[in-house]
């Protein structure tokens, strides 16, 4: 039986705080090539996620502690939408090839996630115009922005 209880989530939150990317994730799937990939994610509100897509894939995120920002771009880059997990929404799904990025609010967050497989890696070309690298502030300006983006703000063209 594979299960996540209260002790596993302080154990992947600890090892989440004393990590350089401030999240770490527990895998449920057996293998990266499984046909489903289900982990959970610890992560710090100074993670960075940078907007990104998954062209094969969509992806649903449910809250197991803590509350998660999560928005949607358009080709444009502007927040078609915005939805706080775990402030009334308890589920979402992004569908295939929707431009997207989640931010941490709480210390502690845990999100799981799932999404068809098999892992494949990031390339270039599925981070959004500009994003394709760490910024210099190593994304305090961009986790600000996520904290207080709405529909209609614009993060990229024009």
């Known amino acids: 039986m594979k299960k996540i209880d209260t002790?596993?989530?302080?154990?992947?939150?600890?090892?989440?705080?004393?990590?350089a990317r401030a999240r770490m994730n527990l895998n449920l799937h057996e293998t990266l090539q499984d046909d489903?990939?289900?982990l959970a994610i610890a992560m710090?509100?100074?993670?960075?996620?940078?907007?990104?897509?998954?062209?094969?894939?969509?992806?649903?995120?449910?809250p197991l502690q803590?509350?998660?920002?999560?928005?949607?771009?358009?080709?444009?880059?502007?927040?078609?939408?915005?939805?706080?997990?775990?402030?009334?929404?308890?589920?979402?799904?992004?569908?295939?090839?929707?431009?997207h990025a989640v931010l941490s609010l709480d210390s502690g967050g845990v999100i799981f996630e799932v999404k068809q497989g098999p892992y494949r890696p990031f390339l270039p070309a599925d981070f959004a115009s500009?994003?394709?690298?760490?910024?210099?502030?190593?994304?305090?300006?961009?986790?600000?922005?996520?904290a207080s983006a709405q529909p209609g703000d614009r993060l990229w063209g024009g």
């Open 44 to 62: 710090e509100p100074d993670t960075l996620i940078l907007p990104h897509r998954h062209l094969h894939t969509w992806e649903l995120l449910l």
């Open 7 to 19: 002790a596993g989530l302080a154990y992947l939150t600890q090892q989440a705080q004393a990590s």
């Open 66 to 99: 803590g509350r998660f920002v999560v928005l949607h771009f358009d080709e444009q880059g502007f927040v078609t939408e915005r939805v706080v997990l775990g402030d009334g929404c308890m589920a979402q799904e992004t569908p295939a090839g929707t431009w």
């Open 36 to 38: 489903v990939q289900r």
């Open 130 to 146: 500009g994003f394709a690298g760490e910024p210099a502030d190593g994304g305090k300006m961009l986790n600000r922005w996520y």
